[in-house]
Each structure stands twice: as structure tokens, then as C-alpha cells.
């Protein structure tokens, strides 16, 4: 009898589960992300949408200038953060001090180019600047890319959650009718934390094909059902999804009896098994 045909088909003990729980961690990212794309929208957005579309209809301020105390700062010489005011006297109006906010990439504020304000006549409020002008292109590309990561952050976050839920109760459905298959290893992407194991197994019920991903610790192995590292052991569960065990078999839980009769079940290659199994009876 091989593994496969070997291994219990009880319903199991899983060892690890991903977590209902939603950390802290990622409740904090999730805030701060949407804290940001609030005071983006705010404060960033309007000069730039003023800078972009104001145009032949806007008046040139006689009187305009930079109030002290505005700045630039440059993060890791990559994000350039201006802000500033100005002050100016619309034709026929009271003085106006109107905050600005600059966001560029890879480029700051030329201050050789001369400082020059425009307003809308109808919304004095609405003003363009020199400045932002010549930073426009830089700008736009600059709001695109934080809104990409900004909004995309937050529909991650939200998505990760539903994929771990997904995940965790498709090993629950696994463990109550495990399905042992050998599955053919495709490739393994591994970080510092986990290794992400693709595969491919075929359902000894219907034939049909599937391709799964199991994530292992970062310092386990697929549990390898041949030497040459070709295929491996996995459970397949009702929805049409397997997981892979890992060299210690895990998550499944088994008994002492179980894994002597797993170690004692001849392997598809001699060496490889025997370590393996030896290792898993540990």
C-alpha cells in the first residue's frame, strides 16, 4: 500500500487555521490609507484640478507673493512635499491667503521661475500659479500613482480578509472528509516568512484537472512523494480545492499509529520517503 492509499480518511485535527481575527496591524494600515486619500482629496486635488483647468479665463494677480514660512521637504529623494501660501488682492476684492500643496516625484519647485498667481474672476479662491504650472505633468502623474496605491490599498486590505475567511473554511471542509492526492509540483516562490507552493492535481472521483497554492512555513518542504521533487502529498476537500502537507505533515494532526503506518507504507522512491517519514514520525 502507498502513502496515499495509507492515509486516514477520518475526519482531522488541523494544527493551524488563519485567524476570524483581524489584527491591529492592518486596522491601523487600513485607517492611515484612508486618512490619506481624505486629506489628498482635500488638500492636494484642488490646486492641482485649479492648475490643470484654469486657463484663458483666469486674471493675473498685480499683487501676489509667497508668504514666509512655506517649505519643501524630499523623502529619500523621491517625494518632494511643497506647501506654502499666498497672499494676493483680486481686482475690486479684499486680500486673499490661500494655502497650496505640491506633490511631485523625482522634482521640486524651480524658484528660478518667476513667481506669477492667477485667479478665476468669478471664484477668487480658485487660483494657478507659475509654480504649479511648470510642475503640472509631474503632478498629475505624481496623484495617479498615490491614488493607485492609496485606493488600491484599501481594496486589498478588505479582499485579503475575505480570501483568508475563504481559505480557512475551505481547510475546515477539507479536514472533515480528507481526500489524499498526489499533486504535481509547478514551482515555489519563497520569502523570508512562507513559501507559496503551486500545483496541480487531478480529482480521483471526476478526472478533472485543478491547480492549487498552498502556503508553507518558510523553512518547511512540500512532503515530497518521489526523489526527484516532482510530485507531493496534498488533501483535496468537497469544494474542489487541496492543500499540500508539508514535511511534517502539517496542518494535519495524526495519530502515533497513523504516522508508524504512514512510515511503514513503501515510498514512490526509497531514500527520499524514508527520510521523510522518519522526519514526520519525529
Known amino acids: 500500500m502507498s502513502v496515499v492509499s495509507t492515509f486516514p ?8 487555521l488563519p485567524s476570524k481575527r483581524i489584527g491591529w496591524l492592518p486596522v491601523l494600515a487600513y485607517l492611515l490609507f484612508g486618512f490619506g486619500l481624505v486629506a489628498d482629496c482635500l488638500y492636494v486635488v484642488p490646486p492641482l484640478i485649479d492648475d490643470a483647468l ?9 499683487q501676489a507673493a509667497v508668504t514666509p514660512g512655506g517649505k519643501c521637504t524630499v523623502s529619500r529623494g523621491v517625494l518632494t512635499d511643497c506647501h506654502f501660501e499666498v497672499v494676493f488682492q483680486p481686482e475690486g476684492g479684499q486680500q486673499i491667503q490661500k494655502p497650496l500643496r505640491y506633490f511631485a516625484l523625482f522634482q521640486t519647485i524651480d524658484d528660478q521661475v518667476p513667481f506669477r498667481l492667477y485667479y478665476d474672476p468669478a471664484n477668487p479662491q480658485r487660483v ?10 509631474n503632478r498629475l502623474a505624481s496623484q495617479v ?18 480570501r483568508n475567511l475563504q481559505l480557512r473554511r475551505s481547510l475546515l471542509a477539507m479536514a472533515t472528509a480528507p481526500r ?9 516562490k519563497a520569502s523570508r516568512a512562507f513559501a507559496m507552493l503551486h500545483f496541480t492535481w487531478t480529482d480521483p472521483e471526476t478526472g478533472a484537472s485543478h491547480r492549487d497554492s498552498s502556503r508553507l512555513s518558510a523553512t518547511a518542504d512540500p512532503f515530497w512523494l518521489d526523489q526527484e521533487h516532482k510530485t507531493l502529498l496534498a488533501l483535496a476537500g468537497p469544494d474542489g480545492r487541496a492543500h ?4 511534517w505533515l502539517r496542518p494535519a494532526v495524526l495519530t502515533d499509529e497513523e504516522r508508524q503506518a504512514l512510515a511503514q507504507a513503501p515510498p514512490t522512491t526509497a531514500p ?3 527520510n521523510q517519514m522518519q522526519a514526520a514520525a519525529s
Open 128 to 137: 494657478s500659479t507659475s509654480w504649479g504650472q511648470d510642475l503640472l505633468i
Open 145 to 162: 500613482v498615490a491614488l493607485a496605491i492609496m485606493v488600491g490599498s484599501l481594496v486589498y486590505f478588505p479582499l485579503a480578509y475575505r
Open 180 to 188: 489524499p492526492v498526489v499533486a504535481r509540483f509547478i514551482r515555489m
Open 244 to 247: 499540500a502537507l508539508d514535511q
Open 272 to 274: 527520499s520517503m524514508a
Open 54 to 62: 484654469l486657463g484663458a479665463s483666469a486674471k493675473l494677480a498685480r
Open 9 to 16: 480518511r477520518r475526519p482531522l485535527q488541523l494544527s493551524s
